[in-house]
């Protein structure tokens, strides 16, 4: 079993910046896919980031490209996500995710196998 747990969201002014981690616990997701995902109020929960074990290959959703930057330390078993030039449309309850499968990213949330509680990120204007 995988624990995961989120951390950094908050409440920040439209342009400003968050640093979500998502530590994990219980058994090294050093083989593991990590995403991020978000859900806003009344909209499906997405993948906004992804990351392959070795962080050899990302993924991000077309809306936070050249904002948002997932990384990982397998070594402290926690993955980041930096979001700059953060906007009101980012705000959404975000979710950490592990996916045994390592070498790919899943799209869907169906191909994760642990899931973190969740993070408030409120972007105000």
């Known amino acids: 079993q995988v624990q995961l747990v989120e951390s950094g969201g908050g409440l920040v002014q439209a342009g400003g910046s968050l640093r979500l981690s998502c530590a994990a616990s219980g058994r090294s997701i050093g083989s593991y896919s990590m995403g991020w995902f978000r859900q806003g109020p009344g909209k499906e929960r997405d993948l906004v980031a992804g990351?392959?074990?070795?962080?050899?290959?990302?993924f991000y959703a077309d809306s936070v490209k050249g904002r948002f930057t997932i990384s990982r330390d397998n070594a402290r078993s926690t993955v980041y996500l930096q979001m700059n030039s953060l906007r009101l449309e980012d705000t959404a309850v975000y979710y950490c995710?592990?996916?045994?499968?390592?070498?790919?990213?899943?799209?869907?949330?169906?191909?994760?196998?642990?899931w973190g509680q969740g993070t408030q990120v409120t972007v105000s204007s």
């Open positions: 995710a592990a996916a045994k499968y390592g070498s790919q990213v899943p799209g869907l949330d169906v191909g994760y196998d642990y």
């Open positions: 990351i392959t074990w070795d962080g050899g290959s990302k």
